[in-house]
T-cell receptor, first 115, second 114 residues
């Protein structure tokens, strides 16, 4: 079945540092890929998405490129802020079979940014 | 984005009792809602798909008689954990689907069964 593997955390950075959170996936067909963010006490929010190979999703300075050849969707940000501290989830939406239309999540990566 | 609420935010109950968790879509009508379970330091696991006006579809390994789902209106889905036991303690999260690729998530419900 579909699966998502993302970099284990926690990740601790200083403000303005460069961020990479790795995410790779296994899926049938051509899934859509997502990054969700969960701030303390809040529900998951969509951060960005990409629906086909070579698409780049971007939002709030974060970027991720859908790489079919490496089955990856790594999250990057050039300069993190304290307010970026949260849990980040990589996810895919199944494209076929019993996983069609369903989200499969990675295990989440806790990011803490210090001033 | 749209708002999805869950109630209660946390609940503590005794083993053997039943607990109902509500999930409400406040900004749009949701034909489909999802229920997830999240263990500490682990990903969200889809438990079931809740369809308004019809039976829920459960994922493999999820006991439908233990986790009762009712989606009686386009804005409300409920998850009832029946005869709860300590192993049911977890973080339960719902989402409401706006379209094929857009789900809005509730803030979650922390269940502790003593």
């Amino acid at each position: 079945g579909d699966s998502v593997t993302q970099m284990e955390g926690p990740v601790t950075l200083s403000e303005e540092a460069f961020l990479t959170i790795n995410c790779t996936y296994t899926a049938t067909g051509y899934p859509s890929l997502f990054w969700y963010v969960q701030y303390p006490g809040e529900g998951l929010q969509l951060l960005l998405k990409a629906t086909k190979a070579d698409d780049k999703g971007s939002n709030k300075g974060f970027e991720a490129t859908y790489r079919k050849e490496t089955t990856s969707f790594h999250l990057e940000k050039g300069s993190v802020q304290v307010s970026d501290s949260a849990v980040y989830f990589c996810a895919l939406m199944g494209a076929g079979g019993t996983s069609y239309g369903k989200l499969t999540f990675g295990q989440g990566t806790i990011l803490t940014v210090h001033p | 984005g749209a708002v999805v609420s869950q109630h209660p935010s946390r609940v503590i109950c005794k083993s053997g009792t039943s607990v109902k968790i509500e999930c409400r879509s406040l900004d749009f009508q949701a034909t489909t809602m999802f229920w997830y379970r999240q263990f500490p330091k682990q990903s969200l696991m889809l438990m079931a798909t809740s369809n308004e006006g019809s039976k829920a579809t459960y994922e493999q390994g999820v006991e439908k008689d233990k986790f009762l789902i009712n989606h009686a209106s386009l804005t409300l889905s409920t998850l009832t954990v029946t005869s709860a036991h300590p192993e049911d303690s977890s973080f339960y999260i719902c989402s409401a689907r706006l379209n094929q690729e857009t789900q809005y998530f509730g803030p979650g419900t922390r269940l502790l069964v003593l």
